[in-house]
């Protein structure tokens, strides 16, 4: 049986592991060492999948990772991580969506900052003010 300090440490780096997926160069390093055909990290992998219920999801900083965690699961994307031109077009990608994702953000944001002065200035109906 595991111990309540054993389950945190290996919370912990599974947690930590779990996010470098988020990072393509990794993968690619992974890949390069061939650590992505041994059935035994594999079978790690398909493991890990329980990060993708909320009670744990909600603990990653980099959730992109889970999207990475998935497509791992496939052995021709696992292949295909060997080349390093794959790589850079998912890094690539990742830059697009986060700057993508940024820039929306912030536009709402702005959006929401713009609102609020709005409904503030406008002046509340009370209830004796219409009796009168």
């Known amino acids: 049986m595991e111990t309540e300090e054993q389950a945190r440490n290996r919370f912990q780096s599974e947690l930590e592991f779990i996010q470098c997926l988020a990072n393509p160069n990794y993968l690619n390093f992974l890949a390069q060492r061939g650590f992505l055909r041994e059935r035994p990290f594999i079978n790690y992998l398909k493991y890990l999948l329980y990060w993708k219920e909320p009670e ?3 603990f990653l900083k980099y959730p ?3 999207h990475m965690l998935e497509l791992l699961q496939y052995e021709h994307f696992r292949k295909e991580l ?3 031109q794959c790589t850079k077009f998912i890094d690539e990608q990742q830059l697009l969506h986060w700057q993508h994702y940024s820039r929306k953000r912030s536009r709402l ?3 929401l900052a713009e609102q609020q002065p709005a409904q503030q200035q406008q002046p509340v109906a ?3 003010a219409a009796a009168k």
């Open 56 to 58: 744990y999801a909600k």
């Open 82 to 84: 060997v080349n390093a």
């Open 109 to 111: 944001q702005q959006a």
């Open 126 to 128: 009370h209830g004796n």
């Open 64 to 66: 992109h990772c889970l």
